[in-house]
């Protein structure tokens, strides 16, 4: 089996990763909930390696990565302290979703 080796960094590449923009402003999604405003990092500005593991677990683990990712480590502690009803679930990802420019059946991950 022969064994490929990359090319030095000043050859011609395919496409460049690094100048891919995003084609929306990541602006972050404040909401007020239980007295106190939580900010939640725009959804298509999300690390997708953490997003796409717990999509693995299904829709509901796919939905708290993506909350979880969205607030950070500390304030995710902070909210999930809080008791949430399902209905509230469900406007909260939903307007979410609206906010970063998500259609229904869309995941932070889409390449749409």
């Not at 690094?18 to 990092?41: I, K, M, N, T, Y």
């Not at 500005?45 to 677990?57: I, K, N, R, S």
């Amino acid at each position: 089996m022969a064994t490929r080796t990359a090319a030095p960094d000043d050859q011609p590449f395919d496409f460049n990763l690094d100048a891919v923009e995003s084609e929306v402003e990541l602006r972050p999604w404040r909401v007020h909930w239980h007295g106190r405003r939580w900010e939640f990092a725009h959804m298509q500005g999300l690390d997708v390696w953490p997003l796409m593991e717990a999509a693995e677990g299904g829709d509901i683990p796919a939905m708290t990565g993506i909350f979880r990712q969205a607030l950070g480590d500390e304030a995710w502690a902070e909210f999930r302290k809080i008791k949430l009803p399902q209905y509230k679930l469900k406007a909260l990802f939903d307007g979410y979703r609206r906010h970063s420019g998500l259609e229904p059946g869309e995941s932070a991950a889409s390449a749409s």
